[in-house]
């Protein structure tokens, strides 16, 4: 048996009534003496622990009543409007002071319903916090309520002793487990998680390399001070695998110090997931604070500004609102993640929540802590998977990560891709990862080309020049503004604080903007997707200044491009008719434009360091030489006028360059039409029954007289291809269902007509 003594502070209402209170607990009855308070308080503190297993609040020793006094100008407040009365008020007030386990001083203010906690090397400086935290309560009350509390006489203290006994089957606290916590169970999972025998492919540290210093402090404000704490730094810098470090070491020093500590890890949108009527998710919410009180929990909360956006209309009316009233007095202790501009964004919207909380920043760390880092996940690799990570492979997946991740911070991002590697040698059950390893990996999650990864690779200017003329027929000089950039992209002479390029794409519609586009983005980006990484949107969708948030995001919910960029981050992004967008389009895309990083409402940041951004315009195109086929005087100058007259210059300022597509000759036209006819040739029906396609030059011919408009340049080719050629070959081919392993020679003479040649 262990003995519990719990304070109980009790108040003479009148000459047959008293009412008596645990502190700490929100526990309060009235009856008729002291002795009928304590039986009905015991009673409930026994049938609570034959219930759950679990004694509620906080068991003191020493506990000893004590008084202070404190200065207040009572005040009325009307809209954040305040008006103090003519002079102040000297309250006498009492706190409940008592050890908890020996470990730290707890001090309550029951009339005040406050409480905190302090170190015993701290128990002098008790008096000043005690005046401190009731002048912050009492700002609070309405005039009133202060003089109500003027009319309260000194209470008394005495105490409640519970015997149990913790020797049964030992759960969470050090007492029999034999509640379940429904609402817990439901929206959380308990931490530290007990690793499973998992596969062998999952390799991930479970300690904070090099950040020990820091597990240490955050340990400590967690389990002595129970403050509550937001861990901040930026993607990667490893805020979830320091507070899981300190959540291990709090739990493996719980014996010693006396700790009934629990831990819990929760997605914020959690809370409202299932919510079906008004009021259901507070309901919710306030179940999940009563279930933490009883475990002793700390919530966890790895995405903590989602709480200003989850709940309500606004962060006034969210969740972190309704959990700021709990936060400050000590019934919810919460500890969570986010970004530096995610915190700075919780300070505007709702500054009193942030303030209930202690921010620890995260370090960058330096150059030798990383490799330390990356030689400790090798040493680890060896040891649990048997596989080995050569010391050149360590240094060339810290430099490519280090030159093509700028946005994401060691040592997350090098543990990750080194995890997927370690991964991948186990399917291909290999005992070695080399730098070819390394390589292949990141080729398989950017779609880099190898050559941009390896310095002992050339690159080859001619097949470079080669690769787009046979994709972009009759725009040379824009080829070469392309293959320009790809060359200062391998060289690593690229703004590594911005995007790869901005682009301009101008000219009348048909000529091959598009086209070019598609083909940087395969250039660059397409090696072993299966994901196209051409990132399109059509920009006439966004003419009205209010369809920003569905662009952007709204703060609650990521926009389309955002949402686009964060799952293809290595891609092109194709503004298709940019001129169309509204003015205050552009003024939200300039910070994307000049820093390469878009911020939301919510503070989240979308990197666009890794894109190539293209626009399209048709700006210019009516005012030069007839559209279509190529005039005697180029458009360039009057297209470069026109986009002028029409953007601001801090936008046009803001592109790298301004290509401008020129007008397509015949020849041209034939030149694209016969590369639709190539392709169509490769077209799952006819490869499925091994049938080869040879076209005459009077195919290509009769398509480039029917398939070419002054208007629309070479756009409606795809058109024609259909109805000239497609359609017919396709009633043709019906006709013929069993033909197989064939060459159909196509040819045109007034209609299509088709001969075979046996193979």
Known sequence: MQKFDYPILYYSVNETTVLGLLPGTGLQVVEKDLKTVKAVLGDYLLKQYKKSGLLPGRHLSNAKITAFDVNVRPSYNDNSVHYPMAGSLQLRLYAVIGNHSGADLECYIPWLEERFAVSQDMSRQVNALLQYTAETALRRLSPEEIFKLKSYDKPGLDRITMRVNTQRSRGWGGFGYRRSFPTLEQLTEQMPMRRPKAARSAVMPE??????????????????????????????????????????????NMKNSGLQLSFWRMLAQRITAGSKYLGEWQETCETLIEELQACSGVLWVPDAAQLLLTGGSGPEDSVAAFMQPFLQNGRLQLVGEATPQEVESMKRKLPGFTECFQVIRLPELSEKQVHSILERFAAMALQQQNIGIQPDALKLAWRILHRYYPYEQFPGKGIRFLSRCVSDAVIAESETITASDVVRQFVQQTGFPEMFLR??????????????????????????????????????????????????????????????????????FGKGRSQTPLVRLDMSEFQSAWQIGRLIGDGREPGQLVREIRER???????????????????????????????????????FRNTIIIMTTNLGANSGPPIGFAGERSAADSARAAILRHFRPEFVNRIDDIVVFEQLSKAHI??????????????????????????????????T?????????????????????????????????????????????????????RQ
Request: with cysteine; glycine share 6%.
């Open 207 to 252: 300690s904070a390399w090099e950040m020990e210093d820091v597990v240490n402090d955050l340990a400590e404000r967690i389990a002595v001070s129970r403050a509550n704490v937001i861990i901040t730094g930026s993607p990667g810098s490893g805020k979830s695998t320091v507070l899981l470090s300190a959540v291990r070491h709090i739990t493996r």
């Open 705 to 757: 007289e029917t398939g070419f408009d002054p208007v629309y340049g070479a756009r409606p080719l795809q058109r024609a291809l259909e109805r000239e050629v497609a359609a017919p070959l396709a009633a043709w081919l019906l006709k013929r269902p069993k033909l197989r392993e064939a060459t159909l020679r196509i040819d045109f003479d007034g209609g299509l007509k088709v001969d075979v040649d």
């Open 569 to 607: 981050p290595f891609s092109v992004l194709l503004l298709d008719e940019v001129e169309k967008a509204d003015p205050a389009v552009f003024d939200a895309l300039l910070n994307a434009l000049d820093e390469g990083i878009l911020t939301d409402a919510a503070g989240r940041v979308t990197n």
């Open 670 to 703: 034939q030149a694209i039409a016969e590369k639709e006819l190539e392709e169509f040739a490769q077209r799952e029906g006819f490869i499925s029954k091994s049938l080869h396609l040879t076209f005459s030059e009077r195919v290509a011919l009769h398509l």
């Open 455 to 524: 310095d002992d690779m050339l690159m080859e200017t001619e097949e470079l020049a080669r690769f787009f003329q046979q994709r972009i027929k009759g725009q040379e000089a824009a080829i070469q503004r392309l293959c320009r950039i790809i060359k200062v992209f391998k060289t690593g002479l690229n703004n590594p604080h911005k995007p790869i390029a901005n682009l301009l794409f101008a000219g009348p519609t048909g000529v091959g903007k598009t086209a070019a586009a598609k083909a940087l983005a395969d250039y660059f």
